[in-house]
């Protein structure tokens, strides 16, 4: 058994003072093709071990690749939604990449030849600011296989007795999107990290490119990060955080590694060129291997594969596919749908934009829709770990449902509470909210000489209260709602009650 190392560290407020970072985000994407990017092989996800692989993605001797058609549009797209300049020839290469989970000892990659080259993205921070991340390429490449290591505690390969592997992930179209560095951004690094693979994330879906599920590895980031002294202009020794699947640790793996550069620059050590594991239980990064530079992996051109040459023509058909850009889209349902600033941030930091948007669709007002969406469905799919559509999908819960929902209310059939106990059935699967409903018997009175029995007892019960109201403190008027409710055992009308106790007391 191991364990986890913990690291001297500085506190953030404290490195901020001393050094300015320097930080760049690789980013890796598998595509959603129906075949992987050099073989005939299915990608289905979660499919039984090594048996979606053949000749060509398991490197067997005489097997010769085929470049993907699809996975070549999807990158030019891609690209092109990254305002990058499209390569009108590129070629593949081999990256000699000794390890288990490579079959043929080298990935097929692009080096210097990159499909897609100087972009960039706009990141819209949480108070609206603008931060531009510079894009230097997005390349194509193929994925690796999986390794399991079994026997430890922590599922690496540090004390485990044995290692398993999984060769169904290799040769999965990839595409691996690289910034360049980014500086200037100073203590809201971690911020602009994680707004910048959110944003990237959005913009990824949109195009219908990839699913982006990075608990599932299907987008997942890798934290470059380095420390400048202040008032240098020289940049430092650079870590590599590899494989980071969240947004939320995307944010923390940066801060804690400034955190461990300033304590190694401050006690006057050197920083090691390495890779790191981000380890999400405890928040730290530990040691992975010294870092190669390009020139160790010894690239050469792919020489079983054409170069990659896509017509003007092609490369501007594909640019009329591309989708309104998702922060343009946010701004145009924010307006059609009247919500604030801080009501829309909401909506889409829980990812409800989409779900949002069908339930208006399917004919309910905006306010409704991110009501019932944004509550306790919302908080239950948190306690799962998983968003809101894809809980509300195995729950069978729909936009419909939403409808059918609001319209119990506004017809007057239930109150707010009702309504509630009423979704609270529908999520626990009793069926829709009309079913739900009257299962449970939930329906407001229509009985106006209950009502005002009701009423005329609370005043009866309430002189003080009652004089108040009088007296011109209709806010007062709120206690005595609240105990007409529980008189009516939940079945009254807020709103009847309010006009036929404020009539009572002279003040309708």
């Known amino acids: ?44 996800f979660g499919a039984e071990p090594n048996t979606q692989v053949c000749p060509v993605c398991l490197g067997l001797p005489g097997a010769l690749p085929v470049v993907n058609e699809k996975a070549v549009e999807s990158a030019i797209r891609i690209g092109l939604a990254l305002s990058c300049s499209i390569a009108p020839w590129c070629r593949f290469a081999r990256k000699n990449y000794f390890y288990p989970d490579m079959p043929k000892n080298f990935q097929t990659s692009q080096y210097d030849e990159p499909i897609a080259f100087d972009g960039h993205l706009d990141v819209e921070l949480e108070d609206g600011t603008t931060y531009r991340v510079e894009i230097e390429r997005a390349h194509m490449e193929e994925d690796t296989g999986k390794s399991l290591h079994v026997g430890g505690s922590t599922g690496r390969i540090h004390g485990a007795t044995h290692s398993l592997v999984d060769y169904n992930r290799a040769g999965i179209p990839l595409i691996e999107i690289v910034t360049k560095p980014m500086t200037g ?11 910048y693979v959110a944003t990237l994330r959005d913009l990824l879906k949109a195009l219908g490119v990839s699913d ?25 020794t650079r ?72 017509s003007a023509e092609t490369v501007e058909a594909l640019r009329g596919t591309l989708p309104e850009p998702p922060a343009a889209r946010r701004r145009r349902l924010q307006a059609s749908w009247g919500f604030a600033d801080l ?16 339930t208006v669709a399917a004919g309910a007002s905006p306010a409704a829709a991110r009501k019932w969406w944004s509550g306790e469905i919302a908080r239950r799919a948190n306690a799962e770990g998983v968003d809101v559509p894809t809980f509300a999908a195995s729950l069978g819960v729909t936009p419909a449902h939403v409808v059918e929902l609001e319209g119990l209310v506004t017809s007057g059939r239930l109150n707010d509470s009702m309504a509630r106990q009423a979704w609270d059935g529908v999520l626990a699967g009793e069926g829709s909210p009309t079913a739900v409903a009257d299962a449970r018997g939930l329906a407001l009175s229509q009985d106006t000489g209950a009502l005002e029995a009701a009423v005329d007892a609370v005043i009866a019960a309430n002189p003080d209260v009652a004089d108040k109201i009088r007296d011109g403190k209709v806010q007062a008027v709120g206690a005595l709602i609240g105990q007409v409710m529980r008189e009516m055992k939940g079945q009254a009308d807020a709103g009847a009650a309010r006009a036929l106790i404020l009539d009572r007391l002279g003040q309708s």
């Open 212 to 236: 982006v599920r990075m608990e599932q590895g299907s987008m997942r980031c890798d934290v470059n990060l380095s420390l400048m002294p202040k008032g240098s202009s020289t940049f430092g």
């Open 239 to 310: 870590s590599e955080t590899k494989n980071v699947n969240s947004l939320r640790s995307v944010e923390r793996a940066v801060r804690y590694e400034v955190g461990r550069h300033a304590a190694v620059l401050s006690s006057g050590a050197s920083v090691v060129q390495e890779t790191r594991h981000w380890h999400e239980d405890t928040g730290i990064t530990t040691p992975g291997r010294v870092k190669s530079d390009a020139e160790d992996y010894r690239y050469f051109p792919e020489p079983d594969l054409v170069p990659v040459a896509p």
């Open 1 to 44: 058994m191991t364990t986890q190392v913990t690291e001297a560290t500085v506190p953030f407020d404290e490195a901020m003072a001393a050094f300015d970072p320097v930080m760049g985000l690789e980013v890796h994407v598998e595509l959603n093709t129906a075949t992987k990017m050099f073989c005939g092989c299915p990608t289905e």
């Open 185 to 195: 951004a100073g203590e809201r690094a971690p911020e602009i990290a994680k707004a």
């Open 343 to 358: 009501e829309m941030r909401d909506v889409v930091n829980a990812g409800l934009v989409d779900l949002v948007e069908e």
